[in-house]
């Protein structure tokens, strides 16, 4: 029988995510609701190995709603990944004799739950909060479509200026290693080409339909890149040499990390939070949670990190009608 909870911990890890406010603000609520009471734990897990404990209440997260970024701060740590770091991380979990963590964060930020629940004995629950989208088993992340549209407003605009110059435009969007934002921002933006992480660069490929489209009589194109593919730049260097069409670069950066979240992300972020807490009360750690055609589930830290398969045959799906549509 697992023991009762009277005392609950909230952090944000990892890459920031609009929304992560959102669900910080229903993670204390709904807590204090259940009589509980809160710390937030500051950037993250490099915060409680540190110590960084602030006390929480139903004001403290007053009118955050709408807000980007995090008030609990976040931070990437490399100590933790260590077992001295878990250790540190542990020691101030029990010095502030908290029962149990709610960590808002991407894949690796799970992960660290993971070995806190697995390792330590921790409990803990996750919210997904990350632009990439880059968990198995939940349809969407905390931020993503904020992202996604954030990268639309920019190509839009950008697409005024391709049209009206007849140029090659070659915009690189977030994502070393996931493909998200390049493949639903290409397809919602009517990108004549996407590259991200397992659609790699085949520059012989592109410039032969950049050729053949010119011949055909069309004269501008978009190409969203993820940047862990390639530099916007260098491709757009490349593909002038190449085609004599002129060729731009445009990186967005962590502009699609800000901003205030979108309504679906803050109706999202609210649902989790409060979700989080009710998982904790009934015993569950170790999971986190995740929704699947509109309905909240919990999934184990280890299939939401690890099993990502269904993810890779989307992505493949959604970049074949991009091209189908842009032709």
């Avoid at 530099?231 to 260097?237: D, G, P, Q, S, T």
């Avoid at 990390?257 to 750690?285: F, K, Q, W």
Wanted: glycine share 12%.
């Amino acid at each position: 029988m697992e023991s009762k909870i009277k005392k609950i911990g909230v952090m944000t890890s990892g890459g920031d995510a609009p929304g992560m406010n959102a669900a910080t603000r229903s993670v204390v609520r709904k807590a204090v609701y259940e009589g509980m009471q809160v710390v937030g734990i500051l950037k993250g897990f490099e915060g409680l190995i540190n110590g960084e404990i602030i006390e929480m209440n139903s004001r403290s997260v007053s009118n955050i709603l709408s807000h980007g970024g995090t008030i609990l701060k976040t931070a990437r740590s490399k100590e933790f990944m260590t077992a001295e770091g878990q250790a540190k991380a542990v020691k101030t979990i029990k010095k502030h004799k908290i029962d149990a963590l709610v960590i808002n964060g991407g894949n690796g930020s799970l992960q660290g739950g993971l070995a806190l629940h697995r390792d330590w004995g921790i409990r803990n629950i996750g919210i997904p909060g990350t632009i990439d989208n880059d968990l198995g088993h939940t349809d969407f992340t905390i931020g993503a479509h904020t992202a996604v549209d954030t990268v639309l407003d920019a190509v839009d605009k950008i697409r005024d200026t391709v049209s009206s110059m007849e140029r090659i435009y070659v915009v690189e969007v977030m994502g070393r290693k996931e493909p998200y934002l390049a493949v639903m921002s290409g397809l919602a933006a009517g990108a004549e080409e996407v590259l991200y992480p397992g659609n790699e660069l085949d520059l012989a490929r592109i410039i032969s339909e950049i050729k053949e489209a010119k011949e055909k009589g069309k004269n501008s194109w978009i190409i969203i890149v993820s940047e862990g593919v390639t530099n916007a730049y260098f491709l757009a260097e490349k593909i002038e040499a190449a085609t004599g069409f002129e060729a731009r670069g445009i990186t967005l950066g962590h502009i699609q990390r800000g901003g205030s979240p979108s309504a679906p992300d803050r109706i999202l972020a609210s649902r989790m939070g409060a979700r989080a807490v009710e998982a904790l009360i009934e015993g569950h750690s170790g999971k986190m949670v995740g929704i699947s055609g509109g309905s909240l589930h919990l999934v184990s830290y280890e299939k939401a990190c690890f099993d990502r398969e269904k993810d890779r045959q989307l992505h493949s799906e959604l970049y074949a009608l991009t091209k189908l549509l842009a032709t």
